[in-house]
């Protein structure tokens, strides 16, 4: 009914059109004398939901026609209809029914215009008393079904408007159409916008219920933030707001630092799923302006985690506070003027070493101006092995107590069996007064009775290197430090050794390179040439490896996907990827490899329907007609038996005076592995002998003068969208359709 009320109006207006943009109405009844007749006319203008001029109507951008009336002789402008019409009712909806509007005071009349089913350009027309105004508009047709419904209201809901930082975290949006009775409205496509964050839209219209859904989640901006969300039903807009959080700030600092000392601050940034935010700096600031390393050292790794040094500078009750993605975190530090620090010994390197299950005394000094603060309790921890204020007493305890003396020195012991850095923390005091201190030892193994011998890479050829790492291990697989390992060759000539010792470092590990020469042998009696170490205090502790060196065995595997590409419309390409490796599963790099590629089978047959008929067309199918007594499909064999490309005797066995299938195939003559060992070409060939042509893959390489070759046979494939059309089938086998190889069609 509403399409036929403007399609009057639409009628009405060509036939006022002669009169122009103006009209008059008579009110003096068709009498004599000066004309008093007002004559009117109308201007129309479209705007946006800004005010601003527009014409591009959409879902997401509804317009507003004004139409403004005009009169002279003092003629009503004020509560005039205006009637509206359009050039073509798909384009665009007017805002009611009637499509109509009363001028105001000022002879202003508005009605929205909604965006239709259909796309392209129109016209709308204002008409009053035989004045017309007319403006153009292109509509996006993005109005679904219902584009005769008018939207009273959409409200946007959230299941949660708490969103979490981490990737897996996620929020449900639904939007709820209703008309202007609050009946829900099906079919109204919803448009949802979002100021950051990722936005699916699961539903482009409502459902039956007046819903449409999306999700909201922040996978890449971990911010602590605001994320406005809005649902846009034509005219209608509903927005909320989500706050993201989660996003949080760990700070690993002592609680005292002593003035002038300088202590390692660790900062974890995560998110809502605890997992560390890598690549983002952190800010830093000091109340009391002590000395900071960095004051935006960025987070690395999996944990998320930043470091800096701390310096004490000024003393009192300093507030650090670290901030990053919109968290904060804020710790206190008591910087005590202090003397309170581990007392080293004569001579002590930075790290003091301790021998394994070997009881060693510590002491830290506690001054105040000078003067030693004395019976104050200092607790000790340690993050390995045990400590106590006594060699007898310990035991498993990792904390321990002692009171200082009359020289201000508190004493304690550690002890570990097993090898490693540990640090040994002190504190005394408690609140703004405490005050800590921490020393780093290592705990060393120092009785070796096994050496493991390990040649990376194990095989090598003249002029290649290959490093050799002895680790010295105690009976509890200890790493033993500060071995001096003795490396020696044996069962062939020639190579040398970099270094005939090493020492072993904090891992027990000793290492030298081994570089063979021109002279080098491949080793005696089958074996490969050996290298030994040993320990030069004890040569009965000792390991060898071998490695071969020499000629260089080289390894192909081919490897391909399930992409098939097409460089023109008559072929297709298929990649293939080759990865060369050692004998050692070393991959190759900068490797050359011949590639080459001869036919070695083909076959005969038809492209027919899959299911058969009556079922549903799924795929064309190849059948083949060459066929064995039991039914079942053969191939014919290629005819150039000795791949020599010509026509020995007995070869032409279909007579054609050709080789069949000849080689239709291409691929480049040579390609290079990469650095990961990886060589990739693509096979070139007509897609009319796809399904129908086997073909045989070769791949050469030469290693100190040794061919290495590797083949593989393959059927040529067929792109999936040629077979799934049922209205074309794949291009015609050009090897025909008899039953015989021995037949040429």
Known sequence: MRNVQQLIVALLLTMLAACGGGGTLDSDGGTGGGSTTPVYRVALTITNSAGTAATALSQATPLTITATLTATNSGNIANQVINFALSDTELAVLGNAAGTALTNSNGVATISLLVGSKSGAGTVSAIFAGATANAGFTSAGDGGEQVGVTVGSVALIADSLLLGS??????ELTALVRDANNVVVPGVPVTFASDSGELVQVDAVTAVNGTAKATLTTQTNKNNRDIVITARVQQQTSRLTVAVSGTSIEVAAPNSVVLGDTTSIDVFLTDSNGIGIPNTEVEVASALGNTLSDTSPATVGSAGKASFTYTAVNPGTDRLTVTALGATSTITLNVSADEFAFVAGANEAAVLEINLNTAQELAVEWLVNGTANVGENIVFNTTRGAIADAAANLGNAVTAQDVTDANGLAHTFVRSQFAGLATISATGGVGEDAVSAKKVVEFVAVNPTKVETQAFPAQIGAGESSAIRAIVRDVNNNPVKNQVVVFS????????????????????????????????????EGLNLVIKAALQNNNAISDETDIAVGKRTLFFRFGTGNVITKPSISTYAKQFSVIVTDSSGNPVQNQSLNVSVAPVAYRKGYWVESPPAPAAFKVWVPFVTVRDANNLPLDCVSEDANLNGMIDAGEDINGDGLLTPGNPVTVPATVTADENGIAVFNIIYPQDVGAWLDVRLQVSGFAAGTENVTYRNYGLPVSSEDTTNETSAPAANPYGVAASCAIAN
Do not use: E, H
């Open 166 to 171: 981490g990737a897996s975290a996620k929020i």
């Open 489 to 524: 060759l044996d069962n062939a000539a020639g190579g040398v050794i970099s270094t005939g010792t090493a020492v072993t470092n904090s891992q027990g590990i000793a290492s030298t390179v081994f570089t063979a020469d021109a002279n080098t042998g491949a080793g005696v």
